[in-house]
Every structure is written in structure tokens, then in C-alpha cells.
């Protein structure tokens, strides 16, 4: 009984998770499009230098402390008000160090403006220290309709506001204005709708008891950021802000579909699984419904944007963000393997093994560094595809650890992705056929998508393919539930 009440509470979080990223990230994506129009690439490579240090320093500021809350059985208001108060110390803390080393960091890429955009965007790491609180009161609920509201919200005002300020020759400043905004107004407007205040109550028992679990998801997590924003630190050091630019804004729509994805499955797996820990069967019965329905989603979603990746960045971004396409193009591929990834940490962490995900980030990183060292002396590019071979090193570490906890084997993860990937692969291809006809761009766009998507729907219907079947009956009951 307990488990079937939590999976409909997982359904329906799913639901409203996935709707929340979908809306918002469908009405960001139209703001960056306008963006990218109005504004140049070196000034989102200004951006994108600053947020090198940003996602690190929100690493100490964020990572753990909500997870913690989460993943605790009995937390209650004192364990919360602890976290909340020590999440406010810790990046306070740290946006002064970020504050004191901007033009330290300024000097090192000889761009001047990177200073203010630092320390002004640097306002984020106290600001989403409180979020993540407020984040985990809701998750341990599952109750994702109010992410839905909060994040809509912020995402429409920051919008304007951004909009706004680069019509108005703000240049860099409008980019600034606009994700301020955006966690500014997120988290004010979840604090309207959550029931949870913190007391005037801080518990140093319940700080160490919770960092113990956290601080290891934090190491790994740093560890995992650092080397992921190496490639930005590189390519912006050793080239240009211009070619950061470009491999950010290439990697800006895999990321939005991997990342829409991936955060659903983070926000709802996790406190789902946390519930389910002494279960191994009921864990192993949810990572494998959550690989097979996200790869059902993601992966046709990124084949076809790979196979007509060249129309879609004419028409929405114009010719200047041409440069893109290659970038892109691969790392399409390159997200896909988070499908794999994802799920298997999120179950290693859910069961109480943060110590694991941390052994394996130390493992892992080796290769990566290797890669990129060797990548670093070709092209831009080349660091792209080294990224994308490093996923595949890390989707093969990141299962092994579910073959003990859950007896969830490397093969059998394969087999349950493969019937989506076959699929994927061959609707890609005729879409990207399609591409090679001489025509109007805007038409044959049109055409590919079409048909790619056509061919996909179609061929899963006629092979009854389970995740197809899983996802229509499970959209149907949802339906008939809210009608």
C-alpha cells in the first residue's frame, strides 16, 4: 500500500516536475533567443567566464545541504532551521571571498569586466543557499506543483526584465539583470506558497549528524563541477571569450533537453528512492522505470536537434552563432549517456552511499583530466569531444555500484535503453536525409522535424515498445485523475 501511494505520488510529481521545466525552460529558451539576437557572443562569454567561479562557489554554498534534509527519515523543523541558518553563514562567506578575488580572476582572462559581473552575479550563492532549503521542504513532500508556480513566475519576470535592459543597450548588464531576477523573484515566490519558516533554533548535533551525509555529496559534487567548468576555464584562458561563447551557447540546447530532464529525475527520484531504501527491488523497479521513460524522451529529442542542428541555428540565432554547430552536434551525443548516469547516482545517494558517489568522482576524474590536457592543445572542439568520450567512461563507473545495492547490472541497463536508442538513431538519420534537399530552410526545418518525430511515434506504436506503452497509460491516468 505504502508503495503504491508513493508511486502515484512520484507520478504525479514527475508530471508537474517535467511541466515546470518544460514551461519555464520553453519560455527561456524564446528569451535566449531574443537575447542572442540583440547581444553579441563576447558578451555571453563574459558571462560565461564569471560563472566558471560562480558554480563552483555555489558547490560549498548548496551542494548537500538540502540532499541532507532530503534523505533523512525523521527531519523535522530543527534539523531544517540548522541547515537554513548554516547554509546562510557558509555563502555569505564565500560571495565575500568571491567578492575580495574578482579582480584577481579579472586580471587572469585580461578582461576587465569580468570584476563587476562577478561580484555582481555573485549575489546568486546566498540567494539559491536559501532556495535549497526551501527546495527540500518541498521534495520531501513530493509536492512539485509549487516549484511549477515559483519557477514559472521567475522566469517570466527575469525575462522581461532581460529583454528590457539589452533593447535598451545594457549589453552584458541585461544578461546580469536577467538571472538575478530570476532567483530573486524564484525564491521569493516560493516563499509565499511553502508552509515552512525556520525557527530561532540552531542544533550542532543535528549540523554535524547532516553534514555528515552532506559533505560528502558536496566533495563529490565540487569535485564533479570543478572539472566540469575546467573545459569553460580553458577554452576561455587559452582562446577566446568568442570561442566560449560558442561552445556554450552549442551546448545550451543538448543541455536544455538533458538538463530538463536530468533535474526531474533528480528532484523526484531521489526523495522517491530515500522512502524505498531498505527496498532493494523497489529501488531497482524505479531506477529502471526512470531510465527507460527519460531515454524514451531524451533520446529522439537529441538525435533529430543533432541531425538538423545547422537549420535550427540559422533560423533562431542567425548566421554570427554559425560557429556553433559543431559543438552541438557532438555533444548531443554527449548527453544522451546522462540518462545512465543520472539515475545510478541518484539511487547510490538515495540509499544512503553518498560515500560512494564521492570514491567514484576520485576515480573518474583521472580520465577526465587526461582528456582534456591532450584536448587542450588542439581546438575548442577537440575539448567537446573529449567531454563526450568522458561520458562514457563515467556512465561505465557510474553503474558498476548498482550491480551490489540494487543487483541492477550494466547489461541489463543497456538492454533496457537499447529498443530507444536503435530507434533514435535510425528517425535521426531520415531526418537528417531529409536536410540534404535543396529547398526553403524555414520549410525543410519543418519537414525534418516532421518526419523524424512522425517516424518515431509511429514505430513505437507498431512495436508496442514498453516505455511507450508505460508513458501513454501513466499520461491517461494522470489525466483522468485531474479532469
Known amino acids: 500500500m505504502m508503495e503504491n501511494d508513493l508511486k502515484k505520488k512520484t507520478v504525479g510529481g514527475f508530471f508537474w516536475r517535467f511541466g515546470e521545466r518544460i514551461a519555464s525552460q520553453s519560455v527561456s529558451f524564446i528569451i535566449s533567443i531574443i537575447l542572442a539576437r540583440l547581444l553579441f557572443p563576447q558578451e555571453y562569454g563574459v558571462i560565461a567566464l564569471s560563472m566558471v567561479f560562480i558554480n563552483i562557489t555555489n558547490v560549498f554554498a548548496v551542494s548537500g545541504l538540502g540532499t541532507s534534509l532530503i534523505q533523512k527519515k525523521d527531519a523535522d523543523d530543527v534539523d531544517f532551521s540548522t541547515m537554513f541558518y548554516a547554509g546562510i553563514f557558509i555563502s555569505v562567506a564565500l560571495y565575500g571571498l568571491l567578492f575580495l578575488a574578482a579582480p584577481f580572476i579579472a586580471d587572469l582572462y585580461h578582461s576587465e569586466l569580468v570584476c563587476p559581473v562577478l561580484r555582481a552575479l555573485g549575489l546568486v550563492v546566498p540567494i539559491q543557499a536559501v532556495n535549497s532549503i526551501q527546495q527540500a521542504a518541498v521534495s520531501r513532500g513530493l509536492d ?31 544578461l546580469v539583470g536577467q538571472q538575478l531576477t530570476n532567483h530573486v523573484v524564484n525564491t521569493l515566490t516560493l516563499n509565499r506558497i511553502i508552509r515552512w519558516r525556520p525557527q530561532w533554533a540552531f542544533s550542532y548535533s543535528r ?30 584562458a587559452r582562446y577566446t571569450p568568442a570561442d566560449l561563447a560558442f561552445y556554450n551557447r552549442g551546448e545550451s540546447m543538448p543541455a536544455l533537453i538533458g538538463n530538463n530532464v536530468n533535474t526531474t529525475i533528480n528532484a523526484v527520484l531521489f526523495p522517491a528512492i530515500s522512502k524505498l531504501q531498505d527496498d532493494k527491488e523497489g529501488v531497482k523497479r524505479a531506477i529502471r522505470r526512470s531510465m527507460m521513460t527519460s531515454s ?32 552541438m552536434r557532438v555533444l548531443c551525443i554527449g548527453y544522451c549517456m546522462t540518462v545512465l548516469s543520472t539515475a545510478n547516482i541518484q539511487a547510490v545517494n538515495a540509499v544512503g552511499r553518498s560515500d560512494i558517489t564521492l570514491k567514484l568522482e576520485f576515480i573518474k576524474k583521472p580520465f577526465y583530466v587526461v582528456a582534456i590536457c591532450f584536448a587542450m592543445f588542439i581546438s575548442p572542439f577537440a575539448i567537446a569531444v573529449a567531454n563526450v568520450l568522458y561520458g562514457f567512461v563515467g556512465v561505465l563507473l557510474n553503474t558498476w ?63 508496442s515498445l514498453e516505455s511507450y506503452t508505460y508513458i501513454v497509460s501513466t499520461v491517461k491516468s494522470f489525466r483522468n485523475k485531474n479532469s
Do not use: H, R
Open 144 to 174: 512539485f506543483k509549487k516549484f511549477f508556480f515559483a519557477t514559472s513566475v521567475g522566469t517570466v519576470v527575469s525575462g522581461i526584465v532581460g529583454v528590457a535592459l539589452a533593447y535598451t543597450g545594457f549589453g552584458v548588464w541585461a
Open 401 to 463: 555500484p548498482n550491480k551490489k545495492l540494487v543487483n541492477y547490472k550494466l547489461a541489463e541497463q543497456f538492454s533496457d535503453i537499447s529498443p530507444q536508442l536503435l530507434l533514435s538513431l535510425a528517425v535521426a538519420a531520415v531526418a537528417y536525409l531529409v536536410g540534404l534537399f535543396e529547398m526553403n530552410c524555414y520549410l525543410l526545418l519543418g519537414m525534418q522535424l516532421v518526419v523524424g518525430f512522425g517516424l518515431y511515434w509511429l514505430a513505437s506504436k507498431k512495436l
Open 207 to 236: 549540523f554535524k549528524g547532516l553534514f555528515s551525509f552532506g559533505s560528502k555529496l558536496m566533495c563529490a559534487n565540487f569535485i564533479g563541477t570543478f572539472f566540469n567548468e575546467l573545459k569553460s576555464f580553458i577554452v576561455g
Open 296 to 327: 524514451y524522451v531524451m533520446f529522439p529529442l537529441l538525435f533529430i536537434l543533432a541531425a538538423t542542428a545547422d537549420k535550427v541555428v540559422l533560423i533562431l540565432l542567425t548566421e554570427k552563432w554559425m560557429p556553433c554547430v559543431p559543438f
